[in-house]
């Protein structure tokens, strides 16, 4: 048995192969069928003969349906006609199931193509997503490994948020509540006293009840946190990172990416060093651009879009307003209305993809954000504590992987970056 991409090299010309998959297209004429087969790797042209294989035989195959089956061996050779070049002429053959028309198809409707994600998942299309969704999962952690970082493993059920309430899921417990995770940055926090760096992969959950075409309420959420660092620390290690993610895509996915004709020119493109910009300075470069913005205003999918179009790489965006983000962002201590963090933004219109920064490490400065915040310090103890007991300074940030993965290949919505989204009105398949 070999896969399709084995069987299409040129030391294979004349030999016998095996090949296993399904039908992508059939077309019949006279006495010659032509199916394309497809498995994970590639698609292939295979030649069904009457005056070979028998009429019977030949009857069967050529009325295979779409997205059929089967498992033949044939003879390859090379055929510039072909769809991929080769062809493999059939010998024999064993059908493992033919099916009903197949119902999805590229041209039918987005909801449609959502219901049955199950099956249109199958696509060339979303075969290519997920292949370069692949790659960047298994780059992001190589590139921490790497930097000698640890992978480690927080809850997903939790009794705290980190984001604020409006956006926390309550599911019933034993009688009682907890919150699904929002980031599992508080518990990276509390692994940097023995691991000094750590990086986590995981979900993280966000009532999100705006529908935008970059928000998700179930997301991959890729998160490190490190001792010792600070905020220009966190932003270099993060555009390596970046640009290491995107060379892998390049290496590994050419085919993909043209396949989806994305431009692989801004790819090349993404070479470090990222723009900073402050975000009192970009506020004037907005207003610059004609959009209504003002020191202060927080910026959402579509301020960010219509900032992010006028660039063609990621930037940061740095130094934001205390009152625009969460109460564990360490302030400027020369200038407290403002916090030593970035968001990185993406380019050609995407927007954030990373949120990082260095957290407050003191103990009362802790206690006295938690209070601002109009919370309570006891329900954090522990995470409070981490303050109490060789506090050091520190900094992370939180990437979100699914929208990586859709700036990476220019995609429409975040729901074609996942296999199965979850929205305020989808939990299906
Ligand atoms: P936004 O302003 O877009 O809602 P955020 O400020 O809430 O983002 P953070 O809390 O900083 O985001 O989360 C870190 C990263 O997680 C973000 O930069 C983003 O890449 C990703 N992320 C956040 N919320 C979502 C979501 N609902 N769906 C998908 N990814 C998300
Ligand atoms: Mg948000």
């Not at 949120?355 to 954090?380: A, T």
Request: charged share 30%.
């Amino acid at each position: 048995m070999m896969s399709i991409s084995e069987a299409m090299k040129p030391e294979m010309i004349g030999k016998t192969v095996q090949l296993h998959g399904w039908v992508y297209r059939i077309r019949s004429s006279g006495k010659l069928s032509f199916i394309i087969l497809r498995d994970s790797t590639n698609i292939i042209q295979l030649l069904a003969s009457a005056d070979s294989l028998g009429s019977d035989a030949y009857r069967e195959l050529s009325s295979l349906t779409v997205e059929s089956s089967l498992e033949v061996t044939g003879t390859v050779r090379d055929d510039k006609r072909a769809v991929t070049g080769y062809e493999v002429a059939i010998k024999t053959y064993r059908i493992y199931q033919k099916n009903e028309m197949f119902p999805v198809s590229k041209d039918l409707g987005e909801e449609f193509k959502l219901d049955n994600r199950h099956l249109w998942l199958r696509s060339r299309e979303f075969t290519a997503m997920l292949k370069v969704r692949s790659t960047v999962f298994k780059a992001f952690a190589d590139f921490y490994y790497n930097e000698n970082y640890y992978q480690v493993q927080a809850p997903m059920m939790v009794a705290t948020a980190t984001e604020g309430g409006s956006t926390l899921f309550k599911v019933p417990f034993f009688g009682e509540e907890v919150n699904l995770t929002q980031s599992s940055q508080f518990y990276l926090e509390t692994f940097i006293f023995s691991l000094e760096r750590v990086f986590t992969i995981a979900p993280s959950f966000r009532a999100e009840k705006s529908r935008t075409w970059r928000h998700l309420t179930e997301y991959w959420h890729a998160e490190m946190e490190a001792a010792w660092l600070n905020n220009e620390d966190m932003m270099k290690i993060e555009e390596r990172m970046i640009e290491y993610i995107v060379e892998e895509v390049l290496r590994n996915n050419r085919p993909e990416l043209e396949l989806l004709k994305r431009d692989i020119g801004v790819l090349e493109n993404i070479k470090v060093p990222f723009e900073r910009i402050k975000y009192s300075e970009l506020i004037k470069k907005a207003q610059d651009f004609g959009m209504n913005l003002k020191y202060g205003d927080d910026l959402g999918a579509d301020e960010e879009r219509g900032i992010m179009n006028h660039f063609q790489k990621p930037v940061f965006i740095t130094d934001y307003p205390t009152s625009l983000k969460a109460f564990y962002h360490r302030q400027n201590p020369e200038n407290p209305s403002e916090i030593l963090c970035h968001d990185l933004l993406a380019p050609e219109g995407y927007g954030e993809i990373i949120g990082g920064g260095e957290r407050i490490w003191e103990y009362d400065e802790l206690v006295r954000r938690i209070k601002e915040s109009g919370m309570n310090p006891d329900d954090y103890y522990w995470y409070v504590d981490l303050r109490k007991y060789g506090s050091v300074p520190h900094s992370g940030f939180g990437l979100g992987l699914d929208r990586l993965v859709m700036w990476i290949l220019h995609l429409p919505d975040i729901k074609e970056a996942i296999p199965y989204p979850r929205t305020i009105r989808r939990t299906k398949p």
